[in-house]
């Protein structure tokens, strides 16, 4: 019996033993199964990681690609709508030495402020050349043609609502020549009857304005008159005897009116920010009517190739002001505050500056010779006293309630 019993505990030990083995052999074997799983699911893990990440980076340049697109195209359409009647126009005849009229010379026209070359035409059987609807700008003009040398005008002035008229002659083959066109070339517009004059950026910004206002330089225009500005005044100004409110303003060919009272419709271009406006007096052309008096097109400026701009400060205070005539307008009058100055309170300040050139976006987009921007802002702030005489004030009596000296 004590045989059988410790052959029965020999067998149930070896039994549990196995048993043991087994159990530790399929922990093991599961572990492992474990790792592998743990192990594919951080490598699947990662590989879409990677694969959203690829997709998020794809998806912003191509966002960034729509929206580059959508800015040129918004900088670009206000351009294309608004730039009807502020463009002007060169046309003549090529010839050669003898005067006979070359056909089929090549007229390129070249941007001097973007390099750009924005026109390029060919003559006709009569040597004739048109090319219309140009920016206002200043402009090369180089004239080509097999058996001539090539003749290059610099300097061509386009201005608004202008049509230029430049009739060339051609040399024989050989070295090539360098015309510098001056104003006194362009003053004579064969083609059109409208009486009007130019006001370029040289003298809107040089000139000094009072209260900088580009309008006031049209004083300097013959038939133009100062008027009041205040309600039905309209700008400013009388042209030839109209009324004040007559005026047609345009802003890069835009409506620029206010019906009410025949005025800019907002704040007027700082001189900064104006490239040059002309003045029409006389013989509208049929794209221009609403008014009788004048057409007043302001074109803005633009940018270029190159980054440029500037910051300004403008200060005029009290002490630079000449005192009016009734600032001390009796004996009892007080003068400021711890002076003897009776002058009344001005002081003005501006500030601002502008920034222009050309539109990129690193990496994404450039616009170096295809799309520019020009930024300009000014701020103004004044304290402007006021020198009033006060009349119909109650007497003592009425005061009182007595009202029989009336």
């Known amino acids: 019996m004590k045989v059988l019993r410790a052959a029965s505990i020999s067998q149930s030990v070896e039994t549990e033993t196995h048993q043991r083995h087994t159990t530790t052999s399929r922990g093991s074997l599961l572990s492992e199964a474990g790792a592998r799983r743990l192990s594919s699911q951080a490598a699947l893990r990662s590989s879409m990681r990677r694969y959203f990440l690829s997709l998020l980076h794809q998806l912003s340049r191509r966002v960034a690609k729509v929206t580059s697109h959508v800015l040129v195209f918004a900088m670009l359409v206000p351009t294309l709508t608004l730039a009807q009647g502020t463009r002007g126009t060169i046309d003549g005849q090529i010839t050669d030495q003898n005067g006979a009229a070359v056909s089929g010379a090549t007229v390129k026209l070249i941007n001097l402020g973007t390099k750009l070359e924005v026109r390029t035409v060919q003559t006709g059987d009569d040597g004739r050349y048109q090319l219309l609807e140009l920016e206002p700008a200043v402009y090369d003009v180089v004239i080509t043609s097999s058996g001539f040398a090539e003749k290059r005008l610099s300097s061509v002035k386009v201005e608004p609502n202008r049509n230029l008229q430049l009739d060339i002659s051609l040399g024989a083959a050989g070295a090539a020549e360098s015309v510098n066109v001056t104003a006194s070339q362009e003053l004579l517009d064969k083609q059109s009857p409208t009486l009007g004059t130019t006001v370029d950026h040289r003298r809107v910004e040089g000139l000094p304005l009072n209260g900088r206002n580009v309008l006031n330089l049209s004083l300097l225009q013959p038939g133009v008159t100062e008027t009041n ?158 020198t009033r005489d006060i009349t119909g004030i109650p007497t003592l009596a009425e005061r009182s309630g007595d009202f029989s000296g009336l």
């Open 229 to 386: 500005t205040g309600f039905g005044e309209g700008a400013g100004i009388r042209v030839n005897g109209q009324r004040g409110v007559e005026n047609n303003l345009t802003l890069d060919g835009s409506n620029n009116n206010e019906v009410a009272v025949g005025g800019p419709t907002g704040a007027t271009p700082r001189p900064d920010a104006v490239e040059e406006f002309r003045l029409l007096t006389a013989n509208f052309e049929a794209e221009f009517g609403r008014n009788t008096g004048s057409v007043i097109n302001v074109v803005t400026r633009s940018g270029g190739n190159d980054y440029h701009g500037n910051a300004r400060f403008f200060y005029r205070p009290t002490f630079l002001s000449a005192a009016r005539f009734f600032d001390q307008n009796s004996p009892t009058d007080k003068p400021v505050r711890g002076t003897d100055d009776f002058r009344r309170r001005f002081e003005r300040k501006e500030i601002g500056g502008n920034f222009g050139g050309p539109f990129t976006i690193p990496k994404v987009y450039n616009g170096r010779q295809k799309t520019f921007f020009f930024v300009d802002y000014e701020r103004r702030a004044q304290l402007i006293g006021d």
